[in-house]
Nanobody, 114 residues
Framework: QVQLVESGGGLVQPGGSLRLSCLAS????????MNWYRQPPGKERELVAV????????NYADSVKGRFTISRDNAKNTVFLQMNSLKPEDTAVYYC???????WGQGTQVTVSS
C-alpha cells in the first residue's frame, strides 16, 4: 500500500532553516509529481510547492517563493522541502501528497517562534 512518511519538522527561530523529507513507498515514485502542503493552526490546508516526476519543473505558493525549495531523489523515493528564512507565519503541519492522487503523509509539525 502507499505510504508517505514525513520527517524533519521541529521548532526553529525566525530566520532559521529546516529541511523536510518525505519517504515514499508502495507506488512507482519516479512517475508521479509530488506536492508539499501545509495547514496552519485554525486554517485550511494550502499548497506550498509542486515538483514534476523528473524534478525538471517546480512551482511555489507566492508566500514561500524565494525561501523554499522543493527537490526529489527518485533513487531514494524521497521528496524534500528546504525551508529558509522561516517566519512565524510558516508555522503549520506540513504534508506531502502524491501528485493528483489522494495519498497523504501523516504530517510533520513546523513551529517558527522565538
Amino acid at each position: 500500500q502507499v505510504q508517505l512518511v514525513e520527517s524533519g519538522g521541529g521548532l526553529v527561530q525566525p530566520g532559521g532553516s529546516l529541511r523536510l523529507s518525505c519517504l515514499a513507498s508502495g507506488f512507482t515514485f519516479s512517475t508521479y509529481a509530488m506536492n508539499w502542503y501545509r495547514q496552519p493552526p485554525g486554517k485550511e490546508r494550502e499548497l506550498v510547492a509542486v515538483i514534476t516526476s523528473t524534478g525538471g519543473l517546480t512551482n511555489y505558493a507566492d508566500s514561500v517563493k524565494g525561501r523554499f525549495t522543493i527537490s526529489r531523489d527518485n533513487a531514494k523515493n524521497t521528496v524534500f522541502l528546504q525551508m529558509n528564512s522561516l517566519k512565524p507565519e510558516d508555522t503549520a503541519v506540513y504534508y506531502c501528497k502524491v501528485g493528483n492522487r489522494n495519498y497523504w503523509g501523516q504530517g510533520t509539525q513546523v513551529t517558527v517562534s522565538s
